[in-house]
């Protein structure tokens, strides 16, 4: 299976939203997707792995069984502009519909936890021009930005710092091309 069939799924592209940054033991992944059946998530474990997109850090023995560490393969599970170019519509919006619903579980666990004075949530949206290779040297300065603060480390040695999602969605803006339309 191609890793963008891999990612496409509903589920496995939870698992991997789910795993991003750090690394769980397979109960510690059950536990974030706790609507996942255990035989389905260890299909998926299984598929993730065997496509590269998931890597065993660690395995060890706990109560009789192998208890594996599971990370995501760095670079895996993203999709870049370029591999972005190659899909069909139906292959997009697949995958937009699945990070979306992915995004929702997320923001509903979250109003499921106390707050205690911290915001639910901030929304923002921004209209940017830019070519496209401004686009990508964008996201890649985004990323740069964003790499000091995705060490979970931080958790120890800060007692302040508390652990957030922050979701970024880059798309062509459809009103311009609209706009266009009544200029002709």
């Not at 474990?45 to 590269?52: A, D, F, S």
């Not at 790499?147 to 958790?155: G, I, M």
Request: charged content about 25%.
């Amino acid at each position: 299976m191609e890793q963008i069939e891999l990612v496409l799924h509903p589920v496995r592209m939870r698992m991997i939203l789910a795993i991003a940054t750090r690394v769980l033991t397979t109960q510690q992944l059950a536990n974030l997707l706790p609507d996942v059946a255990q035989t389905t998530l260890y299909r998926h474990i299984n598929l993730l792995l065997e496509g590269g997109i998931l890597m065993v850090v660690r395995e060890s023995k706990v109560r009789g069984t192998v208890e594996r560490e599971l990370a995501l393969v760095k670079g895996a599970g993203r999709i870049d502009m370029e591999t972005s170019r190659t899909l069909a519509p139906q292959q997009h919006e697949q995958l937009f519909t699945s990070f979306v619903a992915a995004l929702l579980a997320d923001f509903k666990r979250a109003q499921s936890q106390p707050l205690d004075g911290m915001p639910p949530a901030i929304y923002t949206q921004q209209r940017v021009y830019l070519t496209l290779q401004e686009l990508q040297a964008l996201n890649d300065h985004i990323e740069s930005l964003l790499a000091a603060y995705k060490d979970p480390s931080r958790l120890t040695f800060d007692a302040d710092a508390k652990q957030w999602l922050m979701t970024g969605i880059i798309m062509p803006d459809a009103d311009l091309s609209e706009i266009d339309k009544d200029a002709e």
